[in-house]
């Protein structure tokens, strides 16, 4: 059977594995999915020999996502928008494909599992790293009126806004100023702090009225905004696990001409992880 598989660094709790095995019984396809360990310093070679081995598609998760952007030597219109990519996929001439569904899935997890419309939301996104990068130019197409970008290196934030290109409606504020900034619909937690075990110090006030909070993380790792969001009276809060079925499920359809079932998967990763 064709071979797949997910990079990272750690690898071991990813559910890419587990999602790609019940894509494929749903939809009758043979596959191998394998978690790869591929700390930054050698995920390039470990990726080389993936594909020259016949390897025909990857997932990528942190801390990886620039790399696998740069590796490739196709990138699609959503990686270049990001500057990093999530799946790489071998193309029949033998070359390497990027692309990034974050954003996509994204967007798809908030409007069609969760039925929430973005336009018109003001936007803050908390952190500029692979993740943000991945979701910013998604809800900027889902016609957010405002995106507001705030990390706690502020530099980070610039270049992220810079590579937007849409100065009339995305802004950078610094970390410092997130009592004085007034408060917004939307809230999406791009940091890693969470994954790392850190506490976010987040005032109340940013939290409109009936706010979105959505962590891209899911599990341990967005415990702690949620419960943040939760206090802030959000009416939502949201964490990643349903937009990560949904990149898988982007992943599965170019890899295997299949478009799967999101729903059960999410419903049977959702039981366990609540
Ligand atoms: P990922 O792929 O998960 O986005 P990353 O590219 O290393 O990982 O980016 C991590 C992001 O989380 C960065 O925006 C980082 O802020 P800095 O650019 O200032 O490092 C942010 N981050 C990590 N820990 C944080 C913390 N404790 N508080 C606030 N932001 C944090």
């Known amino acids: 059977p ?13 559910l890419s594995p587990e999602i790609h095995a019940a894509f494929g019984r749903q939809t009758g396809r043979e596959l191998v999915y394998a978690a790869i360990d591929a700390p930054p310093a050698r995920f390039a070679g470990i990726a080389r ?12 998760t942190l ?38 569904t974050d954003g996509a899935g994204l967007v798809r997890d908030l409007a069609e599992r969760h039925r929430v419309d973005l ?26 009126r405002s995106l507001t970008i705030v990390n706690r290196t502020a530099a980070a934030a ?32 791009g940091t890693s702090a969470g994954v790392l075990g850190e506490a976010l110090e ?25 419960a943040w969001a939760r206090a802030a009276a ?13 990149t898988a499920a982007d992943a599965f359809e170019r890899w295997h001409g299949v478009r799967p079932d999101t729903e059960p998967v999410y419903q049977m990763l959702r039981a366990r992880t609540a």
């Not at 064709?2 to 990813?14: C, D, E, L, T, Y």
């Open 234 to 246: 959000a009416r939502y809060a949201f964490d990643g696990l349903g937009m990560l079925v949904e």
């Open 119 to 144: 336009r018109g939301h003001d936007a803050l996104l908390l952190g500029a790293g692979g993740a943000a990068h991945g979701v910013a130019g998604a809800l900027l197409d889902a016609g957010v």
């Open 2 to 14: 064709p071979r797949f598989a997910v990079f990272g660094h750690p690898i071991k709790h990813s």
């Open 158 to 189: 610039d270049a992220l806004a810079d590579r937007l290109g849409d100065p009339a409606r995305v802004h950078t504020r610094y970390w410092e100023d997130l009592g004085s900034i007034g408060s917004f619909d939307l809230i999406v937690n």
């Open 63 to 100: 801390p990886d996502k620039r790399l696998a952007f740069e590796l490739a030597e196709v990138r699609t219109a959503a990686a270049e928008r990001a500057g990093v990519a999530n799946v790489l996929t071998a193309l029949a001439d033998g070359r390497l494909e990027a692309d990034n």
């Open 49 to 60: 020999e993936f594909f020259a081995g016949g390897g025909r598609g990857a997932n990528v």
């Open 202 to 226: 987040l005032p109340f006030s940013i939290a409109a009225n009936r706010a979105l909070c959505y962590d891209l993380a899911y599990g341990a790792a967005a415990a702690g905004f949620l």
